[in-house]
Every structure is written in C-alpha cells, then in structure tokens.
C-alpha cells in the first residue's frame, strides 16, 4: 500500500482532510495530513512564510517515496517541492488544484481563467500580507454540497492566508517532469472554474484526469468517493512503489 502526504489549499488546514484520512487508512494506506507553515496547529508569523518555506515543509515531512496530494493552491507548494527533490515523491495529485504554467504566480494564473468567482469570498488584510475568507460566502464558494455541521466546523478553524508564496512566480526544471501526475476535477466547483480545471490538466494523460460531480470541497462532501479514486491512483502502473 502507499504513503500519501496530504496536502491543504488557502486558509485551511490538517483539519480539513479528516474525514479522507480516515477513509484511506480503511483502505490499508498510510496516511499523513500536513499543517503548512502559518496554518493549522503551525504557528509561523506570517511575515515569514514564502513559496519556498511551504515546499521546504512538504519536504521536511516525507518519510520515503509518498504520494502528495495537494488541493487548490497547494498545486504550487507540491509543484516547488517535487522539482526540488523529484526523489522523495511517487506521484503528484492535483484536487481541483493549480498546476502551475511557467513564469506564472498563483495570482497570475488565476487571472488568466474565464471567471474570478472566489473574489467575491475573500477579504485583503489591512497591510496585503494576507487575505481571509468571508463566513457569509463560505458555503457557496467552497462547500455548496457539504453538511452544515462540516460548514460551521471549517468556520471555526479557517485561518489568513499568506498572500506572498501566491505572489512568488514559478518555473519548472526538468526535475519536476520526472514525477508522475494526476489531476482530480470538481465539476462543480465555484471557486475554480471548472473549465480553467480542463484548462490546466489538459497536458495530463488522459487516464491521469479524474472527474468528481463535487464542490470545491469533497475531502467533506465525497470522502469515500475520493478515497477510492486515490487508491486507484496508488495501485496504478505509472505510480512505482520504490524509485
């Protein structure tokens, strides 16, 4: 069975995958979630986290050949992280997720898409060094098909999001094309176009891309679902066991 690092997008964290930690624990998978630096339990100021330090702790919290999974902006931290040490990772997976195109920001690409639907749901810091999400857009946004209990649970817990690692412009060696790559669609996502989704796993191999009729959020509303396509993934060919 496989090691996953699972991997939280903006202004959320270890908390969130709850549910799918459990799910492909049952599945006989080792199964470890990540607070990025600034999030979660993780208490690092704000004015010190970059791109960077996020890839850096991905690293740090490896413990041989993993699949990492990364949700939503955390397609850009995975991305730095596994074109720094290719090595350490036995697939990419992308959750509705950034992947990033070279020289872009997270910023920039996200302007790029067809639609801006997550502005509406966040909030700047007084100072720009972060952004919030509005309580009042949570659930349309990020969690239109989630139980209402799993709603007030990720109110309680969501967190300011550094702005600059979003900021921080990318761009890919050849160590990074080494890894193995998929891509988990949410087709009805509104926080991510869905069709910028198609946009951007549209270099992936076909039998890469994996669709779920999901909100931005399944690791709440489809944990199982979601496990066993991940467990598929983990038992798939082009996803070795051992470098």
Request: one cysteine or more.
């Amino acid at each position: 069975m496989a090691e996953f690092l699972l991997i939280h997008g903006s202004c959320h964290g270890a908390w969130s995958w709850r549910y799918l930690t459990r799910e492909l624990a049952s599945l006989g998978h080792t199964v470890r979630a990540l607070d990025l630096p600034g999030h979660g339990q993780d208490r690092t100021p704000i004015s010190e986290i970059s791109l960077d330090c996020y890839a850096e702790a991905i690293l740090d919290a490896m413990h041989g050949p993993t699949i990492v999974v990364g949700h939503s902006m955390a397609g850009y931290p995975i991305s730095r992280a596994a074109d720094l040490a290719p090595l350490h990772f036995r697939r990419l997976v992308y959750l509705c997720a950034y992947v990033p195109w070279t020289d872009h920001s997270l910023v920039e690409m996200r302007l790029r898409a067809p639609r801006q639907p997550i502005m509406k749901a966040i909030r700047k810091s007084g100072d720009g060094k972060s952004f919030s999400i509005l309580p009042e857009h949570a659930r349309e946004i990020f969690y239109h098909d989630c139980d209402d209990r799993d709603v007030a649970y990720a109110l309680q817990h969501l967190c300011p999001e550094p702005t600059l690692p979003q900021a921080t412009r990318v761009t890919l060696g050849p160590a990074y094309a080494t890894v193995a790559r998929s891509y988990i669609l949410c087709e009805q996502d509104s926080a991510i176009p869905t069709e910028f989704q198609h946009t951007m796993s549209q270099d992936f191999a076909p039998q890469d891309v994996i669709r779920l009729a999901t909100s931005h959020s399944p690791f709440f509303s489809a944990p199982a679902e979601l496990a066993h396509h991940l467990h598929r993934i983990a038992q798939s060919p082009g996803t070795p066991s051992s470098r």
